[in-house]
């Protein structure tokens, strides 16, 4: 199989080599203004309101693991989208493609979950559609939520809010996610003692929001790819470089231990309900008390900072003492996370 | 297999089964007033605006077709619930499922599709995501369409405006899209005469609502069923009885040939670019003269009308001079169609 023939399963691992796809292929032929811009979710002015729209599909293998499902997840994961462009989610859809023969009993716990995630994070769903496909066609089911929302006025985030000296901050524990996928994907011992943090933040963003506006300057939920996706995509956009303290850094122990086990970079692993957010340096540290208030933001932390620079590359000061370069992952290893 | 505790093909083939599933595991855990009217689009009020938004997800096979392919379908197949609805598409989303392997030429000339047919239609894609999928867990791609629209002035749709002599119009021929696809499955030698007649119709339902505006009472587009299932889905929402005359449906004679062969009824068959709409019968006639000056309506025909009675049945005075009752499909032949 030739490489640059056919898509290879690290096209959707959220790396370098979907980005690429995303520049090359989509992007050019799509081309528009709301779309060019690509955060989370795109902006648009209907009449006197700026919506914001969003989709994303989810294949997670398991469909159940601890912490969540992919009903759950399809959920919270569209409307993390909205919350960290500054939108309040006003509606999802839900899509279904299911696999002929598939469990009425587990379709019927998946839509509970879907059900009870969109209740309690207070977005309806509003419109749906069901697709079956022939035995062997698909993997179980498949789910595709798309969001609507509407911009917070006091919400103003974007690369090029960005400046040196500005903090980053994280809302949690990393990796938790996509190491919970993981293990119970590779039936590790320790997998019942791994939790994902699959949350809907559409809460705490708004608080945030509220609280300091204009002084956050940019937010992104970290999914594929991770923190160092994010923050990679972040310097080449901004053209400074970054500094992180892998000392302030929060991971959980057991989450460390499993990555390390499988040789992983928690900084690669996705998360599906933390915030990484960029913030005037004078608020960060009321920031973190604020997140600290709400139950999805208990270890929010202080990570690093922009730097100045020319050179757009994200830098860990490690707890050795040395200096290491944070690099985008390539997407490789860890496909269907989400 | 136990059919009560499965998913089967007939549960996404658009029928009476589809609409069991759908009644009974969908709405009532979701329930809330957008979802419950069950609409082809659902409508919110946000700001001043009413906005409609709706999904649907494209697992067609093959996913090149005479006429169109999965791409272009995509694009038309959710600005069409929109346009029936009464709204204007004002932005679609994008999502992809790709199986490993996947051919990145076909993948380009799929997008290409994708993008010419969104941009005719002048609705722009402004978000989008991509999943990528072991080899042997899709079967080559399934695209996801979300779309929002806003709701036009001039429309005022739904069950409850229907009454007692109301035409039933169809803007073109039946069955096309359907034929199309299920013979160049089998395999048909007549294959490479039959078309599919998936399109966009904002325009054209756009030119109706601007010249008819309250005098159409309800519009569909008649996918997944065909005719048969809409006008069945309308009479029991309404509990009036429809007659259609059989000599008055435009149907292609080799779309008719095709149907003949493979034992099926037109009037079950998915279309992709046809409106069936319920209008008042004094604009019945100028509604199809309308209908013929648009590229999309030349066959436009009034096929029936809503009777008086209390029995929520669908009857057609046959070519033969009989009469026989058009059921709600059952579903099971027609996997994969859209």
Chains 1, 2 share one sequence.
Do not use: W
Request: charged share 20%; glycine share 10%.
């Amino acid at each position: 199989m030739n490489d640059a023939n056919t898509i290879m399963l690290a096209h959707g691992g959220g790396g370098r080599l979907m980005n690429d796809l995303i520049a090359k292929l989509i992007v050019p032929r799509f081309a528009n203004a709301a779309l060019g811009q690509l955060k989370d979710s795109a902006e648009m002015n209907i009449g006197a309101e700026t919506i914001c729209f969003t989709t994303d599909s989810f294949v997670v293998k398991p469909l159940v693991f601890n912490g969540g499902d992919i009903g759950k997840l399809a959920v919270c994961g569209t409307i993390n989208d909205l919350a960290v462009t500054g939108a309040r989610p006003a509606a999802l859809s839900l899509s279904l493609i299911i696999e002929e023969g598939f469990s009425m009993q587990l379709l019927e716990a998946l839509l509970d979950s879907t059900a009870c995630t969109a209740q309690r994070a207070g977005v309806p769903i509003v419109t749906g559609d069901t697709k079956v496909v022939e035995k062997g066609a698909a993997d179980g089911i498949y789910i595709n939520t798309a969001g609507i929302g509407v911009k917070l006025e006091a919400a103003e985030v974007g690369f090029d809010r960005i400046c040196v000296g500005d903090k980053i901050v994280v809302t949690g524990t990393l990796g938790d996610h996509g190491m919970t996928i993981l293990s119970q994907r590779e039936g590790l011992e320790f997998t019942t003692s791994l939790e994902s943090d699959c949350a809907a933040l559409n809460g705490l963003a708004e608080l945030l929001f509220d609280k300091f506006g204009r002084d956050i300057k940019f937010m992104r939920d970290p999914t594929r790819g991770g923190l160092a996706a994010v923050l990679n995509e972040v310097v080449q956009h901004i053209g400074l470089p970054m500094e992180l303290e892998e000392a302030a850094i929060p991971i959980d122990r057991t989450v460390q231990a499993a990555a390390d086990m499988l040789g992983l970079d928690v900084l690669n692993i996705a998360n599906e309900g933390r915030i990484v957010a960029l913030v005037d340096q004078d608020i960060a540290d009321r920031f973190v008390a604020i997140c600290r208030t709400h139950p999805l933001g208990r270890r929010a932390a202080v990570i690093g900072s922009v730097a100045a620079g020319t050179e757009p590359l994200v830098e860990m000061l490690t707890k050795a003492g040395g200096r290491r370069v944070v690099q985008m992952p390539y997407g490789r290893e860890l496909p269907r996370i989400c």
